[in-house]
């Protein structure tokens, strides 16, 4: 089982940028991204079941979206309107048969290796 994530980069205040996880080895219910700052915990962003249930945290709401292509076993996450607050090492995970603790890093068994995103201002 293995979650593959891509598509950070090194962009301006303002700018967009979609993250790509790729799952391989088996499909998850619940896929989600998180990010960690240097010197931060890991912080939730974004979760979508298969169907189209989502839950995002404050700080991104209405500015980043979570998508999920079920042919493709991909998650992505679209991010627009940077700030450099930003700027993170963005994970995607998942899991599955967990009915609480959406939001909760600690209650996803499966992560991707982390892309990094930083905005400049």
């Known amino acids: 089982v293995q979650l593959q994530a891509s598509g950070g980069g090194l962009v301006q205040a303002g700018d967009s940028l979609r993250l790509a996880c790729v799952a391989s080895g088996r499909t998850f219910r619940e896929m989600g991204w998180f990010r960690q700052a240097p010197g931060k915990e890991r912080e939730f962003l974004a979760v979508r079941r298969e169907g189209s249930t989502t839950y995002y945290a404050d700080p991104v709401k209405g500015r980043f979206t979570i998508s999920r292509d079920n042919a493709k076993n991909t998650a992505y996450l679209q991010m627009n309107s940077l700030k450099p607050e930003d700027t993170a090492v963005y994970y995607c995970?998942?899991?599955?048969?967990?009915?609480?603790?959406?939001?909760?890093?600690?209650?996803?068994?499966?992560w991707g290796q982390g892309t990094q995103v930083t905005v400049s201002s």
């Open positions: 995970a998942g899991r599955n048969g967990i009915l609480t603790g959406i939001m909760h890093a600690t209650t996803y068994p499966y």
